[in-house]
């Protein structure tokens, strides 16, 4: 290995260590160092998800690397990307710290400005790092390269973007150099439907065919970063890395972390039937939108069935027209409900995401929200409803509104990287009682749905509510509690929940 010509590809772990979370295997990395190979530099990646002694194994290789890159999402992850910045730092001052992934991306001049960073790489970083890495063998500066941005005494000076033209076709990722044993993707035995899709459980093996996605959802980031476009690798390709990992690297269980799977159809269902006459024996999950379901329509459903999708992320966010349209989601919820419908004929488990709390959401919305839960639960009773509150990341276009309600937005690296938001809290400052809108979120949608329309899978919701509605002597209890959240749920009303109080009070 040439030294001059040795790049390091620094993955931080995305949560704290005590978190239980599982690890994720890096794909943005596994991109990158296939275009490092490609171009002719060798490369090592360090993942501290899986390397207890990252760090100290970083300062090692740091010492004679032409550069170390560092990726990051918002959050915890740039945390452990500053810690391996400065370790960097400290052995050798000279290599330059190239920052880049999905946080870099949507808040670049913040980044930049950090004394860790030498250059922010803005979105898809293959040829970036490529160019890069290759002006700096020949001497010349890193101003002006496209997709970058960097800061100079004190200016920060961003070149245009760069254009991205795809998936690379020919692309070979490097899976034999990471330790594939520590990703997932071997089934749980005894649990097709939950236990095999749980990042703190059985944890699928992401993979992802696709990305960028057209639509305008204005809570999500993905616009922002690949302007409304979609790239997709041809369905032979895909199936082609899918056979690879499966007969060669033993993964049983895939989730396509593709923005949107089923965006078109055709291309989607060659890669269903692919699998089927591959004869992978994969179970897969993937994201989707509800309208697309639609549109696939049940033979096709069908056929994700049997090549095996036994879940899908359905992303609804809200039942309410307003808010729907406040975010642009551009789809309709009578859509979702027909989708639920689909899947419970074919049974494939919809987990339809619900986000609350948006700036300006008023008690109407939510109740809209709950009215169109209960609908989704009377169609179809196996349906997961995980709640979500909205939380701003940068670059995202809701942030104007959240900026408006009150919310104020850190103001370096730094402070990003202390931020710590609970999804399934409700912490905005715009939201008054959020105790009160938690509580009646949540029992109705992990209590009152479940009791009302109780079905096989209840995961999340109240699974042992649901086995003591089976056996007889509890059933017989439990009987008045499901009729009447039945006519709760009728009425809409959720008040007065005395049968909630007493259920947490037994509970203890
Ligand atoms: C898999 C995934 C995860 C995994 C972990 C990912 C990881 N590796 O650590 C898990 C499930 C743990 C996860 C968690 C979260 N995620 Co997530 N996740 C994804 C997902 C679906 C795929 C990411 C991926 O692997 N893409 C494929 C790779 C190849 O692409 P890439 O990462 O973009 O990499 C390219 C470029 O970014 C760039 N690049 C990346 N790194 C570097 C480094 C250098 C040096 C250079 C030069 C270039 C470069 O080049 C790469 C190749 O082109 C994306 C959405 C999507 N479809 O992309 C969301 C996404 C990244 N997640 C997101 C979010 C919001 C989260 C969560 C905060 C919340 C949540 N509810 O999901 C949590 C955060 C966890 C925490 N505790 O803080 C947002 C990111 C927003 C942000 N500001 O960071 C995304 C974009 C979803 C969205 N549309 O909003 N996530
Ligand atoms: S939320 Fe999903 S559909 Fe909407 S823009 Fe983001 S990736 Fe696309």
Redesign the pocket.
């Known amino acids: 290995m040439n030294p001059n010509k040795h790049v390091i590809?620094y993955?931080p772990r995305?949560?704290p260590p005590d978190s239980g979370?599982h690890p994720?295997a890096?794909?943005?990395l596994l991109?990158?160092a296939d275009a490092l190979g490609k171009a002719g530099f060798a490369w090592t990646i360090v993942d501290a998800q899986v390397e207890p002694d990252a760090i100290d194994r970083l300062r090692g290789l740091a010492d004679d690397a032409l550069a170390v890159?560092?990726?990051s999402?918002?959050?915890?992850?740039i945390q452990g990307a500053l810690e391996a910045a400065q370790a960097v730092r400290d052995v050798n001052p000279d290599v330059p710290l190239?920052?880049?992934?999905?946080?870099p991306?949507?808040d670049p001049e913040l980044t930049a400005q950090d004394p860790l960073v030498d250059v922010v790489?803005r979105?898809?970083?293959?040829e970036?790092?490529v160019e890069l890495l290759q002006r700096r063998l020949d001497g010349h500066d890193w101003v002006g390269v496209a997709g970058t941005t960097i800061c100079r005494d004190g200016e920060v000076v961003s070149a245009p973007d760069r254009p991205f033209n795809g998936l690379n076709p020919n692309r070979n990722l490097p899976f034999d150099k990471l330790h594939m044993d520590r990703y997932g993707g071997r089934r749980v035995a005894g649990d097709d439907f939950g236990a095999n899709f749980s990042?703190a459980e059985g944890q699928p093996f992401?993979y992802?065919s696709s990305?960028g996605c057209p639509y305008r959802c204005r809570f999500?980031?993905?616009s922002k970063v690949y302007k409304r476009k979609w790239h997709a690798l041809p369905v032979d390709k895909t199936l082609d890395e899918l056979e690879e990992l499966h007969r060669r690297y033993g993964i049983e269980v895939v989730f396509f972390?593709?923005?949107e799977f089923f965006i078109n159809a055709d291309r989607a269902e060659g890669i269903m039937q692919g699998i089927l006459d591959r004869g992978l024996n994969i179970i897969w999950k993937a994201q989707v939108r509800p309208e697309h379901i639609v549109r696939l329509g049940r033979a096709r459903m069908e056929l994700a069935y049997r090549s095996g999708c036994r879940q899908l992320e359905i992303g609804t966010e809200s039942g309410s027209p307003s808010m729907l349209q406040m975010i642009q989601k551009d789809s309709d919820p009578a859509k979702a409900i027909s989708s639920a419908a689909i899947l419970r004929e074919v049974g494939i488990i919809g987990q339809y995401n619900l986000i609350f709390g948006f700036p300006y959401e008023t008690e109407r919305h939510v109740a809209e929200s709950l009215e169109f839960a209960a609908e989704l639960k009377r169609v179809n009773p196996d349906c997961l409803l995980p709640m979500?509150y909205f939380t701003p990341?940068?670059g995202v276009p809701l942030m104007t509104e959240a900026r408006e309600c009150g919310y104020e937005p850190p103001r370096s690296l730094r402070e990003w990287s202390r931020m710590r938001w609970s999804?399934s809290e409700p912490v905005m400052p715009w939201i008054r009682r959020p105790r009160r809108l938690k509580d009646r979120i949540l029992r109705t949608i992990v209590f009152y749905l479940p009791l009302a329309f109780p079905g096989e899978v209840t995961r999340g919701t109240l699974k042992h509510v649901r086995s003591r509605m089976r056996r007889l002597p509890d059933a017989s209890w439990m009987w008045p509690v499901h009729m009447l959240a039945r006519l709760r749920v009728k009425l809409g009303y959720y008040g007065l929940p005395w049968e909630w109080r007493v259920f947490n009070w037994v509970r203890g």
């Open positions: 590809l993955h995305y949560d979370s994720c890096p794909l943005s991109y990158l890159g560092i990726t999402m918002t959050g915890y992850q190239l920052w880049g992934g999905w946080h991306s949507l790489v979105g898809p970083g293959e970036t790092l990042f992401p992802t990305c999500c980031a993905a972390v593709d923005p979500f990341h940068p999804y």
